[in-house]
């Protein structure tokens, strides 16, 4: 059992290849079950520390594993009872089924347990949960201690992360192989507990992962302010938020920032303040240049904007600035660019859709040619050439004014400091989400930034000096 911190994330259809080719290498589904099963059971002992057991098992595969746990609890002496809803269909579930030799209760009529674990339903649910079905599983869950789901909690879209019908909110989920989107994306992450990942002997791609705490460079004896990354940020109407990227900018370790579009000396004085004219836009030494944050969408402002992205600079694109923009023209601008929106902001560039917010940010990667971080309570990161990062859960303190303006600050520290566009928007989350983590409650944006310092501290020595 492990922590999910980059963990490679698949689709259900990605399941099912991996399976597929593992079965194509002399791997059986019955093998894979029971390594399943037994993995889970393994996890569940320790967990339910002697409480009797009730094991929900549903007619696929995710039933399946529920009878090899219980099969492999009764044989260790752990109390252990089954409530199945209807008969297994594939063979390897029917053969899982016949390894459990106790009584099966149904689903309506069994009386509740300590400990309730859920494997009625995980990546094959296709339709949203019969009502009565639902009503029986929450009653089950309300009269248990510890609800532990199989994969997934029955009753949410593995790849949307979407709700079918009323799911059954788990204390923990225990994920097969790889996590799902669904243990990452809103509103179903919320249902999973915590996500722990059982290893059942497939090997996964990496093209899509759990953000992971990153390896950033370290200043060594060669370092200097400009080496270490420079950060320009373009100042707009409401000037506090490109003050809280610059503070971010700083506090996440870039060793020269800058303010363009005003020289009135402020705090922190660490910031340089430069007017904004071609000579400061052009500087070469600029590792990365944000635009956006509290930009105005003025016909100035939109000038500004079209000057910032006639720079052949790595761009962070943030704020308003979606709002000027259209994804065609930063495909025809390309460069290294990285978009920071959040809903509203994502509508507005790319329209607005049914599809699973996964989905919509790989597809708006592609349209514009830009890595993509789509933010929110679950935060996706895209990269056009098809490679995906999901945060794990923030503190949801980050609802809070300009912390998307530190978070576009703490991408553009890690992108000029030499990542590359994906590396450094899920560096930049990560940094985020940790310092959001030291913050503990009601914090504010400016609380945020300076934890930035501290959140780097925390991966220092990750990279040894250059
Ligand atoms: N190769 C294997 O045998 C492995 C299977 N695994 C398990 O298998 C699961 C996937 O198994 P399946 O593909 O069988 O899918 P599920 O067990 O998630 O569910 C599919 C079954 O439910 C039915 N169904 C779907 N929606 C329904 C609804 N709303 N109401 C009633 N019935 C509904 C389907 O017709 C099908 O019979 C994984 O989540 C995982 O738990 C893992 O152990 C990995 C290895
Ligand atoms: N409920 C929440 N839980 C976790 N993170 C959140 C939540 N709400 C917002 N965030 C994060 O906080 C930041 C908010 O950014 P944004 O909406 O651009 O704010 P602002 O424009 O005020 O700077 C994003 O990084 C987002 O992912
Ligand atoms: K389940």
């Known amino acids: 059992m492990r922590q999910i911190e980059g963990a490679a994330v698949l689709t259900a259809a990605d399941m099912r290849a991996v399976e597929q080719a593992a079965f194509e290498q002399g791997d059986s589904a019955a093998a894979m079950m029971r390594r399943a099963g037994q993995a889970c059971a393994a996890a569940i002992r320790r967990l339910s520390a002697g409480s009797e057991v009730l094991v929900l098992c549903g007619p696929g595969n995710n039933g399946g594993d529920g009878y090899v746990i219980a099969a492999t609890l009764a044989a260790d002496g752990h109390p252990v009872r089954v409530a199945a809803l209807g008969t297994p269909g594939s063979d390897v579930a029917q053969q899982a089924r016949a390894g ?21 339903f995980g990546i094959g649910l296709s339709h949203p949960l019969d009502p009565a079905i639902a009503q029986a599983l929450l009653v089950l869950i309300a009269a248990a201690r510890l609800t532990i789901a199989i994969d997934l909690p029955s009753g949410v879209d593995t790849d949307s992360g979407a709700l079918l019908g009323c799911p059954a909110p788990a204390d923990i989920t225990l994920a097969l192989g790889a996590l799902k989107p669904a243990h990452l994306l809103q509103p179903a992450a919320s249902h999973c507990g915590a996500v722990r990942l059982l290893d059942i002997g497939v090997s996964a791609p990496d093209t899509m992962q759990v953000v992971a705490a990153p390896a950033l460079p370290m200043p060594g004896p060669h370092s200097h302010k400009f080496n270490r990354g420079m950060v320009a940020i373009v100042r707009g109407r409401m000037a506090g938020a490109a003050e809280l990227a610059a503070a971010a900018a700083m506090h996440a370790g870039s060793g020269y920032v800058a303010l363009l579009g005003s020289t009135i000396p402020a705090a922190p004085h660490a910031l340089v303040r430069r007017k904004l004219n071609d000579e400061s836009l052009g500087d070469p030494r600029i590792g990365a240049l944000v635009v956006g944050p509290g930009l105005g969408r003025d016909d100035d402002m939109r000038a500004t904007l079209e000057r910032a992205l006639a720079t052949d600079h790595s761009l962070v694109v943030d ?67 098809g490679r995906a990062r999901l945060a794990p859960a923030a503190s949801n303190w980050l609802s809070t004014a300009g912390s998307g303006d530190v978070l576009a600050g703490a991408i553009a520290a890690c992108l000029a400091a030499g990542l590359d566009p994906l590396g450094a928007a899920a560096a930049g989350v990560w940094l985020h989400g940790e310092a959001a983590r030291r913050c503990g409650p009601a914090f504010i944006a400016d609380d945020l930034a300076c934890a930035l310092g501290p959140a780097r501290a925390a991966v220092a020595g990750a990279v040894p000096p250059r």
Do not use: N
């Open 319 to 385: 704020g308003d600035a979606l709002h000027l923009v259209t994804p065609e023209q930063l495909r025809a601008r390309g460069g290294q660019m990285i978009l920071t929106p959040h809903a509203g902001e994502f509508d507005a560039l790319f329209g607005s859709s049914d599809a699973g917010k996964l989905d919509r940010a790989r597809a708006a990667a592609q349209a514009s040619g830009a890595t993509i971080v789509f933010k929110g309570a679950d935060t996706v990161v895209a990269s056009p050439d």
């Open 100 to 120: 459990w030799v106790g009584p099966v209760e149904t689903l309506h009529d069994t009386a509740p347990a300590p400990v309730l674990v859920d494997a009625l």
